[in-house]
């Protein structure tokens, strides 16, 4: 039947498609959420929430990117250097797994664990037995409000929830045509943390509840000495209703109001993490927001968001399917259907997630970008650094939004703060600094694992510096690069300056012990590994940190004996790109065979995607790529949502666009929640960031010494426009196609520079002048200035 209805739907939306009020920037459904997967996020970059849109009881999710067990004084390290030498050793002896146990046994404080937690949940509970009918709820990205609408008797009632940035408030407005109003009480309520009560929920006046609590040790194991247990992060959560009309009273903890047809609920959560006196900032959150009343409020809302949202904008062919729910959109997909329309709404959620997730200082997003339900979240909800935080911000700068970024920056540089005590203290490296396969709040720097293959890795913050580099690329901020981007870059360098240890086998300098992310080998004695003499991915990020510490150093006009000794370390270090004899990219120091040959880490690939060394002008490493990457796909590679996203970052870049569309279509198949938020699965928000950078990515590159318009444009997608779209050095690039070939392209510069841009076999050096938009033809001619 419901096959028959989408069908009718279709049919109707193609023949009204000229007056149809839908729009392809918002994700709508016909019933409630039931499921937290099914709800929709809010975000003002550090206070949120899931929004179900229940009809007799609704639930807001609240959640705060702050709310952690423990604090910043935990240890930072364990072990000596003399263990690092004897694991080298060992490895040299070809004692595989004993290395495996003694790098975990010696440097690793296993267990630890300490997960993001939920702020709590808002309950409206409404007096009504009614049938509803025209339910619709949605989330319209255009400008992050998410609305609830039905009629109860003939009568219309909405709900319409958004998270404020610029007024750091939630506001929740409910209104009813009908004349007796509504009924409904308000609750907030917080799960209990392994039997323990976290929460204490108390009325200020017949308007107001206010819940407190404290973030306990108790989410996740226990700790061991030598970390004392301490409290964790405080919190508030502040409720407070204006009411045009109608009696509100205190019954029972709970806010009952009666005969209201129309009331402004406002909901603040703050902590000790951002405030001494958290409570005293609700207040003042609470009174400012009241003064401004919806409509201000609204307003001052949209208008913030939408200078950041409006940046970018996407279309691809005419096909409008926005009539239809998402949920049932998705469901056509996986019955083997294509919705071109879909592509566009998921990229737009990416940036909409973003900007709802990690905005100035706010944290960092996390695995799950704000939106968290549990004590324990899976893999804690806390800041992975083999490639989930990465992938988080890999579409902040190319699709505009590189606001968004700082917060990594400012989350770097306390990674680095804790990695110089982390390598000193573990290993025994007095300058530099080092980070490890995962952290949280607090940016421990030290080794957590309690197996090799998955934690003892050492390179969370060289890759992390990419992403310095990288903003300053984008944004051509000197001073960004002078005073953030070059201290970090040279303290990961520093590091791993001191880490290489010569081999007079190969006459190269070799990073050892290494690991390659969450992956293991079959050993010569036919067991399992993890630790070896040498990696790909381990000197591809060692090579780039030097190369762009180099880089960076030269612009500044820094020479000194530091640079000196850097350049000569990285003309002997020892290769990260090595081919085997079937042509693929060896992943360890010899051609081992994979215990998973599918794996989902492309790690070996690092100088592919995100990094930018392999390239078409690099024939045999690019071809060896294409191989190494056929190999994993044909033995189940790419299974988790945020694995194929990083496929199709990776066909982009070899410009396959019918593999890249595959996989897109793969990504809508098996790893999207009816929320359309990326299931690993469970939930991880890396999936959608990796998704909204594969399509960018896929649209402009400008990784090599060019600006590259449409670089992998699959069949499918023959008519299409994006705008806004940020290139290497500034520059704003807008696309316009039809029958798959361009049609026009427009370059905005900040700055009077000579680009060279290419498109198909086309490339052309571009004089662009500051703030002066030129338009392209298909064969890159200046048509207008």
Known sequence: MKRFIIIISLLINQLNAQVSDK?????????????????????????GAMVFGGINKERLQLNEDSLWPGGPDWSDGKGDRENLEEIRRLLKEGKKQLADSLIVENFSYKGIVRSHQTMGDLWIEYNTEEKVSNYKRQLDLTNAITTTRYSVNGYDFSQEVFSSAVDDVMVIRITTENPDGVDFKLSLTRPEDRGHKTVEVRSLGETTLSMKGMVTQFGGKRYSKPFPIKEGVKFETRLEVLNT?????????????????????????????????????????????????????????VQDYQKYFDRVQLELGNEDLSSLPTDDRMARIKDGQKDLSLIPLLFQYGRYLLISSSRPGTNAANLQGIWNEHIEAPWNADYHLNVNLQMNYWPAEVTNLSEMHVPLFAFGDRLIERGRKTAFQQYGIERGAVAHQATDLWAPAFMRAERAYWGAWIHGGGWLSQHYWEHYLFTQDRSFLEKEAYPALKAFAEFYMDWLTWNPETQTWISAPETSPENSYTAENGQPAATTYGNAMGHQIIAEVFDNTLLAASVLGIRNKFISKLKKKREKLHPGVVIGDDGRILEWDKPYSEVEKGHRHMSHLYALHPGKTITPDSENEFEAAKKTIAYRLKHGGAGTGWSRAWMININARLLQPEKAAHNIWKFFEISLADNMFDMHPPFQIDGNFGFTAGIAEMLLQSHQKFVHILPCLPKDWKQGEVKGLKARGNI??????????????????KEDKILKVKYVDEVKNIQLKANEKIKLDNHLNIVSR
Do not use: C
């Open 732 to 749: 704003e690039v807008s696309i316009k196609w039809s029958g798959g070939e361009v049609i026009e392209v427009q370059l905005l510069s």
């Open 23 to 47: 729009s392809n920037s918002v994700l709508w459904y016909d019933e409630p959420a039931e499921e937290w997967m099914q709800a929709l996020p809010i975000g003002n970059g550090r206070f």
């Open 245 to 301: 009309n109608g009696k509100s009273k205190i019954e029972n903890g709970q806010l009952v109001l009666n005969g209201v047809s129309s009331a402004l609920i406002l909901v603040s959560g703050n902590t000790s993490f951002y405030h001494d006196d958290f409570v005293a900032k609700n207040t003042h959150i609470i009174e400012n927001a009241g003064k401004l009343g919806f409509k201000l409020l609204k307003q001052r809302h």
